[in-house]
């Protein structure tokens, strides 16, 4: 039976602004108050998905979410109107009405953790969306991802759904952001590693002091325990918190995996040649380690760039390639390094550049924007195949978004009533496109 690693991208939402609302992801926090564009930043990531598509990869795409999104506002006091409700909430509070509006689901790296078939003891895929829980904006997506997830991966006898963990910081969860799994083929068991930013209950251990550590141990623990991994083909390591300190407020900004390869920076981690130990012994070795040493990216240009937010694929011929943003071009040492790479005695051979710089501008690179999901033929046989990528789905989605979308937006237009009614009549369509359903609260 065929394996492979299946890519699906968020599309980015016509809700996509700057409003600064991380703190400690630098490039939100940057950016705050510049006018976006959302035309731009959608047709940005299909542009992306469809290239991996062309170049034989299995990608699909994930449905952005209702925003803004008037049922919590409602749900924190504010009444009337739909209209009533964005008016108060823009003059009683801005910045609720910005978390309530923000297109941060399209990061669909941070949807859930994924767990495949061959690595469960049940044999089957598991699903648990983040509860993201360290951000307001990101803290109401889990429902409706579940729901999304649930629409696309609906055969029982393949997939299973779990609730997202309790919105506690106990159990901060921030998804496949923070977690790799590696494996020498796609649809054998593999090694899930999974990297937190701090213990709740072990307090000896260090954390950082500037920033969030957004992922704990014990959510890691939990979603382990869920998808029913084995001590075996589970490592726990945890993230260097100088350099959460320094803007890395996900791994995935300072490390990548994919197959038997870990691409990382070398302050990445703590007690990192003990843990790479622990992950080639349950990997029974032959793990490539890529380690980037400081003197050749500093964490500030890894932070600039995103290059450890890349994709590393797979392809047909069996080498990988790397999927990078432009900004890694822009970026002379991080281009000289990835320059140097391709030459070197490892998997990877080759980089192709992507423009993704409206995503770029709120600290979404090419990997925040995919959920990675390895399955086998028979699973990808039940997923929902509308969500697929492909010349047509292109172009489709490409005249919705011209239909529907506008090419600039400022944190003052969230409160346009008019937006909310674009918003809602693009998704309504949207869910007709991809057969999904009656996936969000307007329509329920
Ligand atoms: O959660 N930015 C997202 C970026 C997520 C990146 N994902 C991964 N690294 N996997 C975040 O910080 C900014 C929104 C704003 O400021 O308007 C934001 O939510």
Known sequence: MKHFEAN?????GPTHNYAGLSFGNVASQSNAAQVSNPKDAAKQGLKKAKALADMGMVQGMLAPQERPDIHTLRRVGFTGSDADVLA????????????CASASSMWTANAATVSPSADSDDGKLHFTPANLVDKLHRSIEPVTTGNILKAIFTDERYFAHHQHLPEHPHFGDEGAANHTRLCHDYGKAGVEVFVYGRSVADLSRPAPVKYPARQTLEASQAVARLHQLSDDRTVYMQQNPDVIDQGVFHNDV??????????????AFLETQAKLAEIDKKMHGNTHFIEVPTAKVS???????????????TLSDGNMAIIAPTDCQENPAV??????LVTLNTPIKAVHYFDVKQSMQNGGGPACLRLRVAMNETELAAVNPQVMMNDALFARLNQWVDKHYRDRLSTQDLADPQLLMESRTALDELTQIMKLGSVYQFQR
């Open 88 to 99: 108060q909430a823009a003059k009683a509070s801005p910045v609720l009405l910005q978390a």
């Open 254 to 267: 300072i490390a990548v995996g994919n197959q038997n390869v870990l691409f990382y920076h070398e302050q």
């Open 8 to 12: 699906f991208d968020g599309l980015v």
């Open 299 to 313: 964490v500030q240009d890894a932070v600039k760039s995103y290059l450890f937010n890349t994709q590393i694929i």
């Open 335 to 340: 281009h000289a390094y990835l320059n140097e």
